[in-house]
């Protein structure tokens, strides 16, 4: 198998990824290491490998790191050949609790080894400049990507998740944000915030989008109709319980393509992926992905 790492992750992620190769050694199994120097380099590393029959490409990092891998594997003539393996070691690592992978180096190594290779829809998102990328779990603009573009890699690294709590704390004290604009699978619509969800998490362990499945080549697109204060927190409080898609102000749509208009960041999968508008759609693209 192949692993695709970032080296500069903290000493405890890095300490994980340590026992998770421990254990495949030990098993006998043959892994090559394929560090990263910046970002783009898991895309390239992916996308150039020659793998035999039913080869294993993993990993090793946060739901950035996976989406770019996956774009990699997507780009590879010989994508057919590869399954796609995940060893999390990210920040909240929303694929892991997508497919009910725990950090537990014996059951990451299990999943890896004997796990069940199941279909996983990637979605795509094409910027104004004609710049495309995949992304596995979800994509979002408004108040949403204000949030992820405001957190550093620094503060991120420093303080994972408390990171992003900060920001929305912080940005929901300010006042409102501009609206968005969009065209879902041709209707218009308005929102503040926008989540185009392939997958049912967010964040973490918190389900977003209940009816959302990543073998579904559509999305669940969430809208949401404010942004300002007290809307920010209650909203926050009823996505930790799972029942925000049943909040007012919240709406839920199922689509194929989705058309984002107006200004500003917009992210996928946890990092910033291209600025304001884009087109986000479901284009029929599979991986084979790794699953306990």
């Known amino acids: 198998m192949i692993v695709i790492f970032n080296p500069t992750a903290g000493p405890r992620r890095g300490a994980l990824l340590g026992r998770?190769?421990?254990r495949l050694h030990?098993?006998?199994?043959?892994?090559?290491?394929?560090?990263t120097a910046c970002a783009g380099d898991a895309v390239r590393i992916a996308a150039a490998l020659d793998p035999p029959a039913d080869g294993l490409v993993v990993a090793a990092g946060g739901d950035g790191t996976l989406a770019e891998v996956a774009e990699g594997?997507?780009?590879?003539?010989?994508?057919?050949?590869?399954?796609?393996?995940?060893?999390?070691?990210?920040?909240a690592n929303v694929l892991?609790?997508?497919?009910?992978?725990?950090?537990r180096p014996a059951t990451i190594v299990r999943t890896l080894l004997a796990g069940r290779a199941q279909p996983l829809h990637a979605g795509r998102i094409r910027a104004a400049d004609g710049a495309e990328r995949a992304f596995l779990m979800?994509?979002?603009?408004?108040?949403?990507?204000?949030?992820v573009a405001a957190v550093t890699p620094g503060l991120k690294r420093r303080c994972g998740k408390g990171a992003y709590l900060w920001h929305t704390?912080?940005?929901?004290?300010?006042?409102?944000?501009?609206?968005?604009?969009?065209?879902?699978?041709?209707?218009?619509?308005r929102a503040a915030s926008v989540v185009v969800c392939n997958g049912r998490h967010y964040g973490g362990p918190y389900r977003l989008?209940?009816?959302?499945?990543?073998?579904?080549?559509?999305?669940?697109?969430v809208l949401l109709d404010a942004a300002g204060g007290a809307r920010v927190f209650s909203q926050g409080l009823r996505l930790m319980l799972g029942v925000l898609h049943r909040a007012p102000g919240v709406r839920t749509l199922t689509a194929r393509e989705v058309e984002i208009s107006g200004v500003g960041p917009l992210q996928?999968?946890?990092?910033?992926a291209a600025r304001l508008p884009v087109r986000i759609a479901a284009t029929g693209e599979f991986l084979r992905l790794m699953t306990p």
Do not use: C, K, W
């Not at 892991?96 to 950090?103: F, K, Q």
């Not at 004290?173 to 218009?188: K, Q, T, Y």
């Open 20 to 22: 998770v190769l421990a």
């Open 26 to 35: 030990a098993l006998g199994a043959a892994v090559d290491l394929r560090p």
């Open 73 to 91: 594997v997507l780009r590879n003539p010989a994508a057919a050949r590869l399954r796609l393996g995940v060893i999390p070691l990210g920040t």
């Open 96 to 103: 892991a609790h997508e497919i009910g992978l725990p950090r």
């Open 138 to 147: 979800m994509a979002g603009a408004g108040f949403d990507a204000a949030v």
């Open 169 to 189: 704390l912080r940005l929901a004290a300010v006042g409102r944000f501009p609206a968005v604009d969009l065209r879902i699978d041709g209707e218009p619509y």
């Open 209 to 221: 989008a209940p009816a959302a499945d990543l073998s579904r080549p559509e999305f669940e697109v």
């Open 268 to 272: 996928a999968d946890g990092d910033l």
